[in-house]
């Protein structure tokens, strides 16, 4: 537990440090919304359009976060040696994952409540009507999307090319999961797509939790997809995650 | 005799059809600086790498401080230092934070800023790592290998890439290692490291160990003078172990004939003829 409590401060440390993934994954989706917030004013499908937005954005920045921030992140040290040379220190693997892990959902729960609390002060929305619910549905989020992550960096072979490997995976995704506004009047064939992705069942579950007040519990179906997706990744870290540079 | 620290026995490892290391063992006591000189591609990193737990065997009986690095897991990374070839470190945060960050994932650390000052980087303990020098990122990846307080450090190519001086001050640094008690395994191309370094020298070749012992060892097998000059438009070498009496014949033989021997000389071979001579050696398939 101190060990683990060590490598969380310096994850955290090392995150904020640096600017590109303070800037990229931290900044980026609250930016979105403030963009977003500014075009969209009236009702989105009878609730005020910052707090849809807010469920939207804050789906995105999970996605951003967990997969996009923590893929490339991991890539950049494994092709630069640095998990390398972790691998050959007593901090076992599993504590150096999970305090990757941990430092990744601090990050987006702190991204959460700015998005929030900017929704709130500048664009006049309500907040969500279950915030324990939001808690739960960040977690299960953060979950899902870092278990894909933890895929995707064991799928991604060089570090130039992470950043584009997996924002052409989140922001497609983000698009047709509702994340920028609603996709209703999206062509069937987008919809078809859209039903089968993670993002679109973590908004679902989301947009109930936070506008309507419904409970986490009663959505088995959303849960279940979302979590299965997050396994799909760990799968694949499974079986193909390695500690070494791959191009060397 | 006492337990190694080190022990190597008929070691073997292929890459594919590949043969990186083809039988090697060796022996490194405790408090005794061991080099591994050979040329790129030789199997020195593939060995250390094993003997690091970073790679299986495919055979051969190893142990590292009396444990089998495949199964020493967590209780061996405790007391041993690694200095990768080439590896990197969070380049954002400071020399002194990178250094409390692996003193966190050891029971027993050393006392962080004294590792600092033992490896030179006192001025630079509030500086970012991105912007250390070349020599001064080695300097910090030795901080970073002794800040565990280990018994035995892999050094892999400490000073390759290094300017004279630069190197001089590693020298002096893995010097002042070996006083701290530590034992040391070290690889290197250059000979003159090794020489200056080690008390042992295995000379590596195709996965293969051509020569064992102290550098003065490695010195005594020198191969033979050679005397070089010009004559009808040609080099000739001659290369004896005779050279006072070689010489006196030839010179005997051109001075009676009122011959003068162009651009006559006597050479000594250097260190680096030793070594290319071993490393060379019945090669054969690396001529074109």
């Known amino acids: ?60 920045g999970c996605a951003n976060t967990a997969l996009a921030g923590l893929a490339i992140t991991l890539v950049i040290r494994r092709e630069a040696g640095i998990l390398k040379r972790i691998r050959a220190t007593p901090l076992p693997a599993t504590t150096y994952l999970t305090s990757v892990l941990g430092s990744t959902l601090i990050v987006f729960v702190l991204q959460m409540l700015l998005t929030i609390a900017l929704g709130v002060v500048l664009y006049g929305a309500k907040g969500p009507e279950n915030p324990l619910g939001m808690v739960a549905a960040a977690l299960l989020g953060v979950a899902c999307f870092a278990g894909l992550g933890f895929g995707a960096t064991a799928l991604i072979r060089s570090a130039e090319g992470s950043s584009a490997v997996v924002n052409l995976i989140v922001l497609p995704m983000a698009f047709l999961s509702g994340s920028f506004g609603p996709t209703r009047r999206y062509p069937d064939v987008l919809q078809w797509l859209a039903d089968v992705l993670p993002l679109t069942y973590l908004i679902d579950l989301m947009n109930d939790i936070y506008l309507r007040g419904g409970s986490f519990v009663d959505h088995p179906k ?27 | 005799m006492s337990a190694a620290a080190l022990e190597v026995r008929d070691l073997r490892k292929s890459y594919g059809a590949n043969e990186a290391v083809a039988g090697i063992s060796f022996r490194i006591e405790p408090g005794e600086v061991f080099g591994l000189l050979g040329p790129n591609g030789a199997g ?58 692996f003193a966190g994932y050891y029971a027993h650390p050393r006392d962080v800023d004294e590792v600092i000052g033992l490896v030179g980087l006192e001025e630079k303990a ?37 300017d004279p001086a630069a190197r001089r001050t590693a020298w002096e640094l893995v010097r002042a290692l070996r006083g701290l008690g530590k034992t040391i395994l070290l690889t290197t191309h250059y000979l003159d490291e090794a020489q200056q370094l080690a008390d042992r020298v295995a000379v590596i070749r195709d996965g293969r160990i051509v020569k064992q012992g102290s550098p003065a060892q490695l010195i005594g097998i020198a191969p033979r003078v050679a005397i070089r000059y010009h004559e009808d438009g040609r080099d000739v070498v001659i290369e004896t172990d005779e050279p006072t009496r070689v010489l006196a014949e030839l010179t005997g033989v051109a001075a009676a004939a009122g011959r003068e021997l162009e651009s006559l000389e006597v050479v000594r071979p250097s260190l680096e003829d030793v070594y290319l001579d071993l490393i060379d050696n019945g090669s054969g398939n690396e001529s074109p």
Not at chain 2, 68 to 87: F, H, N, T
């Open chain 1, 1 to 60: 537990m101190r060990i683990f409590v060590h490598e969380l401060r310096n994850q955290q440390r090392m995150f904020w440090r640096n600017r590109e993934s303070a800037v990229f994954v931290f900044i980026f989706p609250p930016l979105l919304f403030l963009l977003l917030g500014a075009v969209y004013s009236d009702r989105i499908e009878g609730f005020r359009a910052a707090d849809v937005l807010i469920v939207g954005l804050v789906g995105y």
């Open chain 1, 222 to 248: 959303e849960i279940a997809i979302v979590a299965a997706w997050g396994l799909v990744g760990v799968a694949i870290a499974w079986r193909r995650f390695g500690w070494e540079p791959r191009e060397r």
């Open chain 2, 44 to 101: 020195k990193t593939t060995t250390v790498e094993i003997l690091e737990g970073y790679r299986k065997r495919d055979s051969g009986d190893v142990t590292v401080l009396g444990v089998d690095p495949e199964l020493g897991g967590r209780a061996l990374r405790e007391r041993i230092g690694v200095v990768l070839q080439s590896s990197e470190l969070p380049a954002t945060l400071t020399v002194r934070e990178v250094h409390r960050m």
């Open chain 2, 126 to 162: 509030d500086a970012r790592v991105k912007t250390l020098s070349g020599g001064q990122k080695r300097r910090l990846d030795l901080g970073l290998a002794l800040v565990g307080d280990p018994e035995l450090l892999f050094l892999d190519e400490p000073t390759t890439g290094f």
